[in-house]
């Protein structure tokens, strides 16, 4: 019985998963949300989509695994900011926690974007899977080219290999992600896969 409503729940979560995926109807077509950071300013999506590399992390100030990669992100922010790319993290904590996330932020002396996302606005579209941290790469053309769930040191390596691929004029990450989630640009351009 109880391995029924397990495997119940697990097709349902799957469901989910797939339902969220088919969400966007191509990966260039993101959507241009609208979020307040940290410090309370407007930050616009629309800024950026399109323009420049964006590393879009899902994270919350909970995640024990959250704290290294977000150490790696703001590393990656100073580094490559100059350069044509944009570093977002997007709190998922609740609006009960909000009040924790600006000393975080400060203790580790982030200056990368920080949004909030209490709402859930962000995540139930760009959020496929449960895990944190959550990363999303995009390309200048809007498209998402990679996507990874959770955090193992050494990571951070295969992001920012990532990164520089598409900072060479017409490069992509060469290889898609091996996980379900957002419909992902494969390397030749042609359109996503659904």
Known sequence: MQFARAKAMFLGLVLAVVIKASSLASAGDLPKFEATTVDGESFKFADIIGKKVIVIDFWATYCIQCRPWMDNLERLH??????????????VDSPQNVSKIKPFVQTRQYTMPIVLDTDTAISRVLKPVPGLPFTLLINRAGEIVYQHEGYKKGEEKTLEEKIVALLEPGQ?????PTQPGLPVAPPDGTAPKQ
């Open 172 to 176: 992509k990450p060469a290889e898609p």
């Open 78 to 91: 100073k580094q490559y900011r100059d350069k044509g790319v944009v570093v977002v993290a997007v709190s």
